[in-house]
C-alpha cells in the first residue's frame, strides 16, 4: 500500500478572506476621489491638519454608510422614526462591519439629563432603593426626578354582556418629582426692580421692560386693562390691584376695541422670554434676562431635584439623593459593601458600570452631575463606558480625538482601553493629533498635505516608523518638541481669588499674573475649569475688566451659516455692495430680498422621501449661487456677491485690502480669520461642514475683536495638529503682547512649555484634588518636577 507522503495544508476558507474594509473613489467634502484600504482588527489612526479631510473619510463616508446599511434592515415603519441618511458620496465600499461611533458631540443640556440618566445608573440605581429602600415608597418611579406624582378620579364606560356600564375609577402615580423645582434642582426668581420702577404709574412709563415702550401694544394691554388705575403710582397699589398686575390668570378683554388677552406680568414674561433658548435671544433682551432672573438652587429639594418622600426612603442610612451626589469611585466601594442575594444581578450590573467609570478617569463625577456640563473630553468618555464590557465583537469602534482634555498621565490609561477593544476581535478606528496617542497605531493613514481645497487626498499609509520617515507635514512633526522659555514676561498686576470653593475647589487662594501668558494645568477632575470658569467673571467684572470667555461650546448654526455671517463680516460686504451700486443691502442676503425663490436662498432644492434619505439637488435656476439673477448684475471690484462668497479668506482678505473694493470693516475681520490659521476656508460654505478644531478657531477670531481685557481659552489645541500648535502660540504672544491677559486652561506640553506662569491643580481628580500643587514659571517646574505635570513636561523638553 503506497504512503502518502505530502503533508496536508488546510485551504483558507473564503470567509476569512475578507480582511480590508475598502474604500474607493471617495468625494465626500473636501476629498479627491481618494481610495484606501483599512485592515480590520487592527487599530487605525487618520493624521492629518485640521480640515484635512479625517472625518470626512472616517465619519462621513465609512461609518455613515454602516448606519445607512443597518437602518435599512428595519422596517420602513421603524425607518419612520430614525434620521435618514444619505448615502455617502462614494464608488465602492466594501467589507464595512456594524459601526459604533463615539464622538465629541457635546451631551443634551437638558437640566434634567443628568451623568446618571445618561448612562442608566440612575435607572439600577432606583430599582435598587424600590427594592430594598426603607421604608419602602413604591415602584422605581417613586425614586424618579422625571416623574410627577399624579392622581385622578372619574367615570368610566365599560361594555359588558351586552350592556353600558358606568364604573367609578381612580388612579395615582407617585414620581419622585420635587413639585417645587419640578425635577430641575433650581428656581428662578425674578428681580421685579428690573420689570418696573414702583415709584412711577403705568401713565409715566414705569415699565422697563424691552418691548415694553409707553404707546405700544404690550404696554397698552397693562395700562388701560382696567384693572388699576394707570395715574396711581405701582408701590401704592392695593394687595389685589398688585395681585391683578403681576399674577393674574389669562382674562379675554377688549382693548381699542380688538379682542386680546391680558395676563399677569410675571407669567407673560417667563412664556415670552424665559421660556425660549437663551442664545437664541436678541443681544439685548438676553441682557435683560441675565438682569432679570437669577437662578437659585431649589429650597425644598436643596437641590437634589426629589420629593420628601424619595430622599426619606434610605439603604443602610444613604438615600438616593445621597447615592447620586457621592464621588462615583466612593459610590462603587459602598455598592460593593451591599450584599443582599435577592437583588445579586442588579448590583453586578450596577458595580460594572460604576467601576467602569473608574477606570475610564471619570471616577471624580458624581452621577447627579448635569450632563450639559461636561467637557466634549468627558461627554465622549462617557459614552465609551456602555461599551468597555460589551461582548460584542467583529465591530468597527469609531473614536473622534479620545485624548481630547486628558493628561499626559491620563493618555496612557486611554490607550490601553483603545487596544483591549482592539485585541477582542474589533476593528477600532480613531482620529487623532497626538503623538502618545499616534504610537500605538497598528496602521496610519495620513491625509492632506493641506487643509480645505488643499487637502482631500492620502499623504501616507502605514506604520508609526514609516510615517516618521514618510516626509509628510505630521512625520515631519511627530517628534517636535519646544523648549522652556528662558526669559519670562513680567506681570503688571494680579487677579486675586480667595476662598474658591467652586465643586471640587478646597477654599483656594491664588494670584492669577495679568499682562502675561498663564496656563493652568492638571489631571482631568482636578478643578482648573471651576477655578478659571466658576471665580474669574465675577472678579474682573468687580474691577470693570471684561472677560472674554472661548469655550468648547458647540457652534449654533444651520445649513445657511457660514463663515461670513457667523463672524458678522457679511454686513460690511452687504453695505459695500449696496453703497457701490445704489441699491438696498438686503438684496446681498441669500436669506432676505436677494435670495433665489425657487431654492429659497439655499442653493439646493430638497426633496423629502419620507423614511428613505431625501435627495437635495443643485437649484436649476440659481445654480446653486443662492442668489436672483438680478442681483448678481451688480458688482463690486469686478465681482458679484456669489463670486465673493466663493473666495477663501486669504483671497478675500487681499480683495478688500486695496483697491475699488477696499472695506477696512471686512478686512479686520478676514485678517482675524487669517490670524487663527483658517485662510482656506471659503467665505459661504456652511458652518455644518466644518470641523471640530475649525469651528473653535471661528469662535476664536469672532472674539479677538471683544473689548475684553482678559481672554479665557478652553483647551485651544483641541483639534490642532502638530504643525498648527506653533501658529497658534504666535497667536496667543501677539494677544499678550497687544495687553492682554491670557489664561489658557490647557493640557498640551507645548502650550505649558511657552507660558509665563502655570498655576498646577490636583494632587488627583474630585476629592482627590482641588488644590494648588504649584505655582510657577514652566522652568522651576522642569526644574523641581513637584507634580504630575512636572514629570511629563520635563520627559517632553528632554529635561
Not at 457635546?106 to 440618566?117: E, W, Y
Not at 494680579?494 to 483656594?508: C, F
Not at 478688500?656 to 482675524?672: D, K, M, S, V
Request: proline letters at 5%.
Amino acid at each position: 500500500m503506497a504512503k502518502r507522503t505530502d503533508a496536508h495544508v488546510p485551504v483558507p476558507h473564503d470567509a476569512d478572506s475578507h480582511d480590508l474594509i475598502r474604500v474607493h473613489g471617495a468625494r465626500e467634502n473636501n476629498l479627491k476621489d481618494i481610495s484606501v484600504d483599512i485592515p480590520k482588527r487592527r487599530l487605525t489612526v487618520f493624521t492629518g491638519v485640521s480640515g484635512s479631510g479625517k472625518s470626512s473619510l472616517v465619519f462621513d463616508t465609512i461609518a455613515a454608510e454602516s448606519q445607512r446599511l443597518i437602518n435599512e434592515t428595519y422596517s420602513a415603519f421603524v425607518q419612520g422614526f430614525m434620521p435618514t441618511l444619505a448615502r455617502p458620496d462614494v464608488d465602492v465600499l466594501e467589507g464595512l462591519t456594524t459601526a459604533i461611533i463615539v464622538d465629541q458631540q457635546r451631551m443634551g443640556a437638558d437640566p434634567r439629563s443628568t451623568v446618571g440618566t445618561a448612562t442608566d445608573a440612575n435607572a439600577m440605581l432606583r430599582i435598587l432603593f424600590s427594592r430594598l429602600g426603607k421604608p419602602h415608597i413604591g415602584s422605581p418611579k417613586a425614586y424618579s426626578f422625571n416623574v410627577p406624582s399624579i392622581s385622578g378620579a372619574g367615570a368610566v364606560t365599560v361594555e359588558r354582556a351586552g350592556k353600558t356600564v358606568k364604573e367609578r375609577r381612580s388612579f395615582s402615580i407617585t414620581g419622585g418629582m420635587c413639585p417645587r423645582c419640578e425635577g430641575r434642582g433650581s428656581v428662578t426668581d425674578i428681580d421685579l426692580t428690573q420689570l418696573f420702577d414702583d415709584t412711577k404709574s403705568l401713565a409715566e412709563g414705569a415699565l422697563t421692560i424691552p418691548g415694553y415702550t409707553p404707546g405700544g401694544w404690550n404696554y397698552r394691554l397693562y395700562s388701560e386693562s382696567g384693572f388699576y388705575d394707570p395715574d396711581k403710582p405701582i408701590r401704592k397699589y392695593t394687595k389685589k390691584e398688585l395681585h391683578d398686575f403681576l399674577h393674574r390668570e389669562p382674562t379675554r378683554m377688549k382693548i381699542a376695541g380688538i379682542n386680546m388677552t391680558y395676563e399677569g406680568l410675571i407669567p407673560r414674561i417667563q412664556k415670552s422670554y424665559l421660556a425660549k433658548d437663551k442664545e437664541a435671544l436678541q443681544p439685548h433682551i438676553r441682557a435683560f434676562v441675565d438682569r432679570a432672573v437669577t437662578f437659585t438652587t431649589c429650597p425644598d429639594c436643596e437641590g437634589t431635584r426629589l420629593s420628601a418622600a424619595a430622599r426619606s426612603s434610605r439603604i443602610g442610612g444613604i438615600s438616593i439623593a445621597d447615592a447620586c451626589a457621592m464621588q462615583i469611585s466612593d459610590l462603587a466601594e459602598w455598592v460593593r459593601g451591599l450584599d443582599e442575594p435577592s437583588v445579586a444581578p442588579l448590583l453586578t450590573t450596577l458595580q460594572d458600570t460604576l467601576d467602569s467609570f473608574v477606570e475610564i478617569g471619570l471616577g471624580y463625577l458624581s452621577l447627579d452631575r448635569p450632563a450639559g456640563t461636561l467637557s466634549g473630553g468627558e461627554a465622549q468618555r462617557v459614552k465609551m463606558i456602555r461599551h468597555l464590557g460589551s461582548s460584542l465583537t467583529d465591530v468597527t469602534y469609531v473614536f473622534d480625538e479620545p485624548t481630547i482634555g486628558l493628561h499626559p498621565h491620563d493618555i496612557q490609561r486611554m490607550n490601553d482601553l483603545l487596544l483591549r477593544l482592539r485585541d477582542k476581535g474589533n476593528t477600532v478606528l480613531v482620529v487623532e493629533h497626538k503623538p502618545e496617542a499616534i504610537a500605538i497605531a497598528d496602521h496610519v493613514v495620513d491625509l492632506g498635505p493641506g487643509a480645505g481645497t488643499g487637502g482631500g487626498t492620502i499623504c501616507f499609509e502605514g506604520t508609526v516608523e514609516g510615517l516618521r520617515a514618510g516626509g509628510t507635514i505630521t512625520g515631519r512633526h511627530l517628534d517636535d518638541r519646544a523648549s522652556v522659555k528662558e526669559t519670562v514676561r513680567k506681570p503688571t498686576g494680579a487677579l486675586e481669588i480667595r476662598g474658591a470653593t467652586t465643586h471640587n475647589l478646597r477654599d483656594v487662594d491664588v494670584d492669577i499674573p495679568l499682562g502675561v501668558l498663564v496656563v493652568v494645568t492638571g489631571v482631568a477632575g482636578s478643578g482648573k475649569s471651576s477655578l478659571v470658569h466658576g471665580s474669574l467673571p465675577r472678579l474682573s467684572g468687580a474691577s470693570g475688566d471684561g472677560v472674554v470667555s472661548i469655550d468648547q461650546g458647540a457652534i449654533r448654526g444651520s445649513r445657511r451659516s457660514n463663515p461670513a455671517t457667523y463672524t458678522g463680516l457679511l454686513d460690511p460686504i452687504r453695505k459695500a455692495f449696496a453703497k457701490a451700486n445704489g441699491v438696498k443691502p438686503a438684496l446681498f442676503s441669500a436669506n432676505s430680498e436677494g435670495a433665489c425663490p425657487t431654492c429659497n436662498g439655499a442653493g439646493v432644492v430638497y426633496t423629502d422621501l419620507a423614511m428613505m434619505a431625501g435627495v437635495a439637488s443643485v437649484c436649476e435656476d440659481c445654480e446653486g449661487k443662492r442668489f436672483q439673477a438680478s442681483v448678481l448684475e451688480y458688482h463690486l471690484g469686478g465681482r458679484d456677491i456669489s463670486e465673493v462668497l466663493a473666495m477663501s479668506v486669504t483671497e478675500a482678505e487681499e480683495f478688500f485690502g486695496e483697491g475699488e473694493a477696499r472695506t477696512p470693516a471686512a478686512h479686520a475681520i478676514l485678517t482675524r480669520l487669517a490670524d487663527v490659521g483658517l485662510g482656506y476656508l471659503s467665505l459661504g460654505q456652511p458652518l455644518t461642514t466644518l470641523s471640530g478644531g475649525e469651528r473653535q478657531r471661528l469662535k476664536l477670531a469672532t472674539h479677538m475683536a471683544d473689548k475684553g481685557g482678559v481672554y479665557v481659552l478652553d483647551e485651544p489645541t483641541t483639534g490642532l495638529h502638530l504643525a498648527d500648535v506653533e501658529q497658534l502660540l504666535g497667536l496667543l504672544d501677539r494677544l499678550v503682547d497687544s495687553g492682554k491677559s491670557v489664561i489658557v486652561v490647557e493640557h498640551h506640553q507645548a502650550v505649558m512649555a511657552h507660558a509665563d506662569w502655570i498655576i498646577d491643580l490636583g494632587p488627583g481628580a474630585g476629592h482627590d484634588g482641588g488644590r494648588i500643587v504649584f505655582e510657577g514659571t514652566p522652568a522651576d517646574l522642569v526644574a523641581k518636577r513637584p507634580t504630575l505635570t512636572g514629570e511629563h513636561l520635563a520627559a517632553y523638553v528632554g529635561g
